[in-house]
C-alpha cells in the first residue's frame, strides 16, 4: 500500500477527485437531501442589506464573471435577482465583462421571466448590457449613466426608459449589488464608486480566490459579502426561509409542497449552492486526505534518508 | 517626436485625472478624462485582435510547433467576429422592425447565441472545472510540512477546508456554548477576518504606495519603459 501511494499516478487522483464530485452529485440529485447551511454574519449583512431596503428601492446589480465561475457565482446571481423581485425593488442591470450580458440575460428568463412574469421590463427591470473600459466604466457611470449608457441592450433610448429616467448616475442607486470573478469586480467597485461616493451602499458576491482579498474593505465600504459556493448557499437558506412558501414546488393543486420534515420543498433552481456544497464538502475531505498521506510519505522517507 | 507625444499625453491625463479628485472645479476633467478611457478602451480591441491575427499567422508561416492551433484559433476568431458583427442569422428587433440590423446579435437561437451556448459556455467552464484535479494532484505532490511556516499553512489551510463545509459544524458541534469560538465555522471566520484581513492591508498599502510612486516617475516622464525601446 506504501509503495502504491509513494509512486501513485497522478491519473488516480484525477479519478479520486471526479468520483468524490459525481458520487454526491448523484447522490443529492436522487434523494433531493443535502446538509444544513448555518448562515454568518456576512451572509446575513448581505440578506439585510437588500431585505431591509423599502419596496421599490433602485438596486444596481453588475454581473461581472463569465461562464467560467458560472457555477461557483451563478446561483449567487440567481438569488440576488430573484430577492429584489420578491422585495419589488427596481432592478438595473449592467456588466463590466464582455459576456457579461449572457450572465444577466440567463437570469432574466430564469428568474424575473419565469417566477414574476408579472414584472415589466422598463418599468421593474433594465439590462443596460455592457461597455468597454471596465473601470473607466464606473469612473464615468459614477456621476453620468447617459455618458456611456445611451440606450439599453434592446437600442432604446435611455430617456424613453420610464426606470432610467429617475436616475442620472450609480449615486442615485440605493444599493449597489456586485457578482465578481476577477479584475474588474468588486474591487474596483469598492474603488471608484463607494469609496468616494461614501453614501452609496454595496454587497458582493464573488468566487473563493477573491473573497480574502475584499475582506479589508468589510464592513466600511462592503457592507456584506459571500464568499463562492458556500455564501451562496447561505444566502439561499435566508432567502428560501423567508420566500419558502413562494419558491416551493407545486403539487397538483398549486399549493406548495412540503416534506416530511414540514419544510418547504424548494425548486432546485433555488437551492443550486445548497446542492453543491456536498459534492465541495467531499472534495475538501478528499483533499485533507491526500495532504495527510502526503506527508506521511514525505516523513517516512526523510526518516530512511536520516538512517543511511 | 514618437516619444514625446506619448509623454506629453501621459503627463496631461495623469494630471488632470489628480486634480480631478482634489477640487470640484476639475472634477469635470476628470471625467472627460475618463471617457476617452473606455473609447480608448474599445478601439483597444481592434488592436488587440490585429495583434492576435498577426501572432498566429506568423506562427502559421513559420510552421512552428503546434501551428495547428493557431489554424483553429484563427477560425474560431474570424467565425465569431464576423458572424457576430454581421449579426448574421439575427432577426430585426421588434421596436425596430424595419432595419434589418436592429436585433441583437445575443437573440436565442441565432448562430452568435449557438457559438456562446455550445462552444464557449461548456470550454470555459471546462477548463475551470479542471482545476480541482490538479488542485488536488499538487496538494498531493507538493504541500509539505518541511518547516515552522509550512506547518502553520498547512493547519490553516484545514481549518479553512474544513470550515466552509459541514464538515466544520459536524466535527466540533458537540463544542458547549462558551466554547463557540472554538467550532471551526467560526475559527474559520476569525481568520478571514483577523489574520487574513491584517495581512492584506498591509499588502494592499504596500501596493498603493508602490502604486503611487511608480505613477509620479511616469507621469514626470523619469520611467519611460512603457513607451518600449523604439527610436526616438
Known sequence: MYEFFKTLDRRWIFLMMFLAVAVP???????????????????????????????????????????AS????????????????????????MALWPVGPQMVDDTIENVLKKDFPELEYGKDYVNLGYKSGYEGVIKVIITDFTELYTTDT??????????????????????????????????????????????????????GVQAPLLYPYIPQQLQGLLGAIKGAAEYEALVTECYGARMARRDAEGNPMVDDDGMYVIRGKYTEGIRRMGPQLVAHLLMILLIIVGNVIYFVERRKEGRR | MKRTIPLFITAIGGFVLIAAVFSGYTQSWGEVAAIWFDVLAAIAYILGGGNLMKIHLKKISDR?????????????????????LGKIGVNP??????????????????????????AFKPLTATMFAMLAFYVASAAFRAFRAKNLEAVLLLGTAFIILLGRTYAGVWVTGWLPDWLSGLKLENVTVTIMKVFNTAGNRAIMIGIALGIASTSLRVLLGVDRSYLGGGEE
Open chain 1, 25 to 67: 452529485i448523484l447522490i443529492i440529485g436522487a434523494t433531493g437531501r443535502t446538509f444544513p447551511e448555518e448562515p454568518t454574519s456576512l451572509a446575513r449583512a448581505v440578506f439585510h442589506a437588500i431585505e431591509d431596503l423599502p419596496e421599490g428601492s433602485k438596486v444596481l446589480l453588475s454581473y461581472d464573471y463569465d461562464p
Open chain 1, 70 to 93: 458560472e457555477g461557483e457565482l451563478s446561483p449567487m446571481a440567481t438569488m440576488f435577482a430573484y430577492h429584489c423581485a420578491a422585495k419589488r425593488h427596481r432592478m438595473y442591470f
Open chain 1, 154 to 207: 434592446r437600442g432604446t433610448p435611455w430617456g424613453t426608459i420610464p426606470m432610467c429616467q429617475e436616475v442620472s448616475s450609480v449615486q442615485d442607486m440605493d444599493l449597489l449589488v456586485n457578482v465578481s470573478a476577477g479584475y474588474a469586480g468588486t474591487k474596483e467597485w469598492v474603488q471608484y464608486a463607494v469609496t468616494p461616493y461614501p453614501k452609496l451602499t454595496m454587497v458582493a458576491g464573488c468566487t
Open chain 2, 64 to 84: 512552428t510547433e503546434g501551428w495547428a492551433y493557431s489554424v483553429v484559433t484563427i477560425i474560431a476568431f474570424l467565425a465569431t467576429l464576423i458572424i457576430g
Open chain 2, 93 to 118: 428587433s421588434e421596436q425596430f422592425p424595419d432595419y434589418a440590423w436592429s436585433g441583437s446579435y445575443r437573440e436565442v437561437g441565432g448562430p452568435f447565441w449557438w457559438i456562446y451556448e455550445y
